[in-house]
């Protein structure tokens, strides 16, 4: 088996976000959960996307543990590798997209490396070099509110700029929307000029598709999932791989019972939340208490969990609103509540799984980390889409007998994405 595209993801939500695009675009593709097992089954796969915890850890960390996926990768036939970073550039002055995006620089011998977030289909665009989350620009966005990573800076230059000694040169709008070849040009000129990364503005899909068919010709990229799909369209349009029919088909139903978990303090997982209110029991986890005796609250959960499972989905959460985040950061321990908070979380998934859950949702990237770890699962074949970016997925090992699920990123999807995931999770 030879991988025509290879790709590392900084979080659990952002890989499967990557491989539902890639497999809507006619890639055969698979996740997998850090570097797989030698056994894991690779036949018939077009791209792997491998799938690390690495957006929030220590820039030196991030850096090792993607240079393995890439070696390995590499040994897999992959020519280009992909690092798969959120559409919001979530990051901090110390990384990790700048440093790890200069070792897989350095490792691939790549001259110059094409930078952008850009994923208009979620409303993510980038112009001249700075981004914008809908109408908004990042900074002034929900954003600016994220519990790990607040982004206080619109300009993408100036972001990578402070992460990395890499010169950081721009690509402009008017030269992408002048095709291939006026965007191979400009690209040449900046790595003639001493730029060893460049941000690519793209507004609409047909700029994604420019910006793929000349990115392919490295070995090395960065961005968001809409750069994967300009990559996966360049492959097919060369003939390097032929399109999937179906490749997103449903499967076998798996029954049981569903669960939702949510995580995520965002504005649009907290309107989620609300909007199930009128259809399914929830329970709001108080998060003092859960910092006290996470054992305790983990436990009374559950309790109140199981007797309502047979009854129909429910709903757990954790998140909370801008001001308790605000208030949680500025605790003498706030480095590690978020942690502990996402494991009594995943501690609750872990009990409801046992409890016969085998649909269970789950909002929050760093939840849905700590959620796939607990339950040991190595990878997901990639089922229908939910919403833009967040696809069903079934689970390819781990507890139970088979599992489906739903890994959303906080800002992803509608008002209504609890209910249309069910829908679709059969």
């Known amino acids: ?33 850090g570097l797989p097992a030698a056994a894991f089954d690779l036949s018939g796969v077009d791209a792997v ?135 191979r040009a400009k690209l040449a000129q900046l790595q003639a000029e001493g730029f060893g990364m460049a941000i690519v503005d793209a507004v609409f899909d047909r700029h994604l598709l420019t910006i793929g068919a000349v990115t392919l010709g490295y070995t090395v990229s960065t961005g968001a999932s809409g750069l994967g799909l300009g990559l996966a369209a360049a492959l097919i349009a060369s003939g390097r791989v032929a399109k999937a029919e179906g490749a997103a088909a449903a499967e076998a139903p798996v029954g049981g019972q569903a669960a939702i978990l949510a995580g995520s303090c965002s504005a649009a997982t907290l309107a989620q939340i609300d909007a199930f209110a009128g259809q399914g029991p929830i329970l709001r986890l108080d998060a003092e208490r859960l910092l006290a005796d996470a054992e305790a609250e983990v436990a009374a959960a559950l309790d109140w969990a199981k007797p309502r499972l047979a009854a129909g989905p429910l709903l757990i959460a954790s998140s909370a609103a801008p001001d308790q985040v605000a208030a949680m950061r500025a605790r003498p321990d706030a480095e590690s509540t978020g942690h502990r908070i996402e494991q009594a979380m995943a501690a609750i998934a872990e009990g409801l799984v046992q409890a016969g859950t085998r649909r269970l949702i789950v909002a929050g990237g760093e939840t849905s980390g700590a959620v796939v770890d607990r339950l040991s699962i190595s990878g ?33 999807g509608g008002t209504d994405f609890f209910t249309d995931a069910l829908a679709l999770m059969h």
């Not at 074949?381 to 959303?408: C, H, N, T, Y």
Request: neutral net charge; charged residues 15%; proline residues 7%.
């Open 380 to 412: 997901f074949r990639i089922g229908a889409e939910i919403a833009p970016g967040v696809p069903v997925l079934r689970a390819m090992s781990g507890q139970g007998p088979d599992l489906l699920m739903a890994l959303k990123s906080g800002n992803f």
């Open 1 to 33: 088996m030879t991988l025509a595209l290879g790709c590392i993801a900084d979080d659990y939500t952002g890989a499967s976000d990557l491989a539902n695009t890639l497999a809507r675009q006619g890639l055969r593709t698979v996740q997998t959960i």
């Open 49 to 183: 996307v491998v799938a690390l915890k690495s957006r929030s850890i220590p820039a030196a960390e991030a850096v090792a543990a993607s240079q393995a996926a890439e070696v390995w990768l590499r040994q897999k036939g992959a020519d280009h590798v992909l690092f798969k970073i959120c559409s919001t550039f979530d990051s901090t002055d110390a990384g990790n997209i700048g440093p790890v995006s200069d070792a897989l620089r350095d490792s691939g011998a790549c001259p110059m490396v094409v930078v952008t977030p850009a994923f208009p289909g979620t409303g993510r665009t980038v112009f001249q070099g700075n981004l914008f989350v809908g109408v908004m620009p990042l900074n002034e966005s929900p954003l600016k509110d994220h519990p790990l990573n607040p982004m206080h800076d619109a300009n993408l230059m100036r972001v990578l700029s402070r992460q990395t000694a890499t010169r950081i040169g721009l690509v402009p709008l008017q030269i992408v929307d002048a095709g291939p070849d006026a965007l």
